[in-house]
């Protein structure tokens, strides 16, 4: 009986102790940079983008033309990337794994552009976007 106790007491202990490793994992700590507001210096903007299962989240919708740096951060358990296309613009991060970030630096000129997660299935589930541009 006592054997039985011990055993069970290690279970619950490893569960708690996997679920705490999970919860650090998957905290939703953005990477840090020197423009963690997205606030527009000259013609140069940041863009925050989360990437979760079948969702991408953007902390801006519409962007002022110029260069552009796409700040890009798996929260999601499955692999993600992030491609904007449009007025000539195929451009996209590698694959990122859990709690991996990328940034992406494009040009961007008036229009409009969508975004989207390349990997297969993703986009018809719900991992796209778009993007205005508005001139300088």
């Given at each position: 009986?006592k054997?039985?106790?011990?055993?069970?007491?290690?279970?619950?202990?490893?569960?708690?102790?996997?679920?705490?490793?999970?919860?650090?994992?998957?905290?939703?700590?953005?990477?840090?940079?020197?423009d963690?507001?997205?606030?527009?210096?000259?013609?140069?903007?940041?863009?925050?983008?989360?990437?979760?299962?079948?969702?991408?989240?953007?902390?801006?919708?519409?962007?002022?033309?110029?260069?552009?740096?796409?700040?890009?951060?798996?929260?999601?358990?499955?692999?993600?990337?992030?491609?904007?296309?449009?007025?000539?613009?195929?451009?996209?991060?590698?694959?990122?794994?859990?709690?991996?970030?990328?940034?992406?630096a494009?040009?961007?000129?008036?229009?409009?552009?969508?975004?989207?997660?390349?990997?297969?299935?993703?986009?018809?589930?719900?991992?796209?976007?778009?993007?205005?541009?508005?001139?300088?």
């Amino acid at each position: 009986m006592k054997q039985y106790r011990n055993q069970r007491w290690r279970f619950v202990l490893g569960v708690v102790l996997f679920s705490l490793v999970l919860t650090t994992c998957s905290g939703t700590s953005q990477p840090q940079d020197h423009d963690s507001h997205s606030q527009a210096k000259g013609n140069d903007a940041s863009v925050n983008i989360t990437l979760q299962e079948m969702t991408i989240s953007s902390d801006r919708s519409e962007l002022k033309a110029g260069m552009i740096t796409f700040v890009v951060q798996n929260n999601g358990f499955m692999t993600h990337d992030f491609a904007i296309r449009g007025n000539g613009v195929n451009e996209k991060t590698p694959l990122l794994n859990l709690g991996e970030s990328a940034m992406l630096a494009v040009k961007l000129e008036p229009g409009t552009y969508n975004y989207t997660c390349t990997m297969p299935g993703h986009e018809q589930g719900g991992m796209t976007g778009s993007f205005n541009v508005t001139s300088e």
